[in-house]
């Protein structure tokens, strides 16, 4: 039987091949931060959780200066345009980390002290941070190059080592010392920073000479551009839990965390859905085929908007699974998060055009007024209503910026004198409105389990009864 899997295996197209491997790589992946969360919620308090989730939050936040996301955005491209010199682009990457780090820690460690308090971590862990930062990034830059290449069996290697020892070694610390917190920060890092420095040197190794005026001067110009856009992005996911921390506690900042991670724990599914819409989409846009798309993203909405109801509807038990009773107040995060993860699936409907046409600078704006309005509502609201606040001024930013996206796109058919043909906006609006009611719906019922349950089997009835719409409609896009 394993031989006739081997031969058949054997026959699938590479691309398939990269594809599944990648698509398994990251659902493992996901299932075992899954699994181990319930695990350091309990043997941590919110107050040493907070600290993981502080630590987490300033690493999304200084990676954008520190390395300019130069492992995404200029990459791809690059990988194209200097496709014989893919080993000197990577290490000359490297080297600009490595200046801007060097910049950075040239401005920190005078004073540090200061700089300290805001970070709210302690000096040795801002270094640990930076460099963990570097060699991630060189991790990154490396798995980039290896997908280019369709060498897929080494970036799932990697990928799993790094999931499992990363848990297996905090865990062991956790048990050893008595900075819990501080415990688990490190055994995540050191994981990742050893497998980055041996990745970091074999990268300049192949590519020799870490400054290249040419590499340097595309790629800074390409991704400083877009700067905002990511810092924005940035800011939507991680200054909610550094403000809560430092309005009302670390340990609040770990209850919003914990819930925050229950409610996007469904983005890969996004993100994998959007991986093979976008190439459709494109292709019916190419083709004068637009209203092709109008049926497609009506169901790939209803889809996405049900699995991310049943994470809104169970909240209350994947929190007591996952967290423990201690994190019960974080059930009512949740809802507001994980609808922001459906406008976020409306966002990038919008912005898909917007990347087709090259409008990429409107986008920045909205971007930016949006996280704007994000840090606003926080200072305004949060010492108010404390950290359940963060979630629903999440929301009202998102609601912001898929309506802003919504206008730019139309605005870009306009200028182009197209056929705004492309949604069925009146059936998208229909479809969230109804996800919006049913999650409220969901959450007034928290505290009956019964009911709950007897409408999720109405649900799942109709969804069968239907389910070769959905499959026809999934089947179109996989043919492409």
């Known amino acids: 039987m394993i031989k006739t899997l081997k031969e058949k295996w054997s026959q699938v197209p590479l691309t398939v091949k990269v594809s599944t491997a990648y698509a398994v790589c990251s659902i493992l992946q996901k299932c075992l931060s899954f699994i181990t969360l319930p695990l350091f919620t309990r043997l941590l308090t919110a107050e040493q959780y907070g600290q993981y989730t502080i630590y987490s939050s300033w690493s999304g936040i ?14 791809q491209t690059a990988m194209v345009k200097f496709e014989d010199r893919r080993d000197e682009y990577i290490a000359s990457i490297q080297g600009i980390c490595m200046i801007l ?4 820690l040239a401005a920190y460690l005078p004073l540090r002290g200061l700089w300290n308090q805001l970070f709210e971590l ?3 862990f801002v270094l640990l941070l930076v460099a963990e930062i570097v060699f991630s990034t060189a991790t990154q830059l490396w798995m980039g190059k290896k997908r280019f290449e369709f060498k897929y069996k080494s970036v799932v290697l990697v990928t799993m080592l790094t999931s499992i020892l990363s848990p297996f070694i905090a865990f062991v610390l956790i048990r050893l010392v008595s900075e819990k917190g501080y415990a688990r920060i490190f055994g995540y890092a050191i994981v990742n920073i050893l497998i980055g420095f041996i990745l970091f040197a074999y990268n300049s190794q192949k590519g020799k000479h870490l400054y290249n005026k040419e590499f340097w001067k595309y790629a800074v110009g390409f991704n400083v551009p877009l700067l905002a856009y990511y810092f924005s992005q940035v800011i939507f996911n991680q200054s909610d839990r550094i ?15 914990v819930a925050y991670n229950l409610a996007t724990v469904l983005t890969f599914v996004l993100n994998a859905i959007n991986a093979s819409y976008v190439p459709w989409v494109y292709e019916r846009i190419k083709d004068n085929k637009c209203s092709e798309n109008k049926k497609i993203s009506l169901i790939l909405a209803i889809l996405i908007g049900l699995m991310i109801l049943c994470v809104i509807w169970y909240a209350p038990e994947m929190i007591m699974i996952m967290a423990g009773k201690q994190y019960e107040a974080a059930i009512y995060v949740v809802a507001p998060v994980a609808m922001s993860l459906f406008l976020l699936f409306y966002c990038q409907l919008f912005i898909n055009v917007e990347f087709y046409y090259e409008e990429k600078k409107m986008l920045i704006y909205g971007s930016i007024g949006a996280a704007i309005l994000n840090i606003i509502l926080n200072y305004l609201l949060i010492p108010i209503y404390g ?13 912001v910026f898929t309506l802003s996206n919504y206008y730019i796109m139309r605005l870009i058919f306009k200028k182009r004198q197209m ?7 009146q059936g998208l609006f229909l479809i969230l409105v109804v996800f919006m009611v049913s999650g409220f719906l969901g959450v007034a019922l928290y505290g009956n389990l ?3 349950i007897a409408i999720t ?21 996989r043919r492409k």
Do not use: W
């Open 62 to 75: 200084l990676t954008i200066f520190l390395t300019l996301n130069l492992a995404y955005g200029s990459f």
């Open 101 to 104: 780090c060097c910049v950075f």
């Open 387 to 399: 950290f359940i606040a963060a979630g629903y001024t999440t929301l009202v930013s998102y609601i």
């Open 450 to 452: 019964v009911l709950r």
């Open 243 to 257: 403000m809560i921390s430092h309005m009302i506690g670390t340990g609040e900042a770990a209850m919003y965390g």
């Open 122 to 124: 302690p000096t040795f």
């Open 457 to 477: 089997l109405v649900v799942l009835m109709l969804l069968i009864i239907y389910r070769n719409k959905f499959l026809e409609a999934l089947g179109q896009i």
């Open 419 to 425: 056929e705004d043909s492309l949604y069925n906006y």
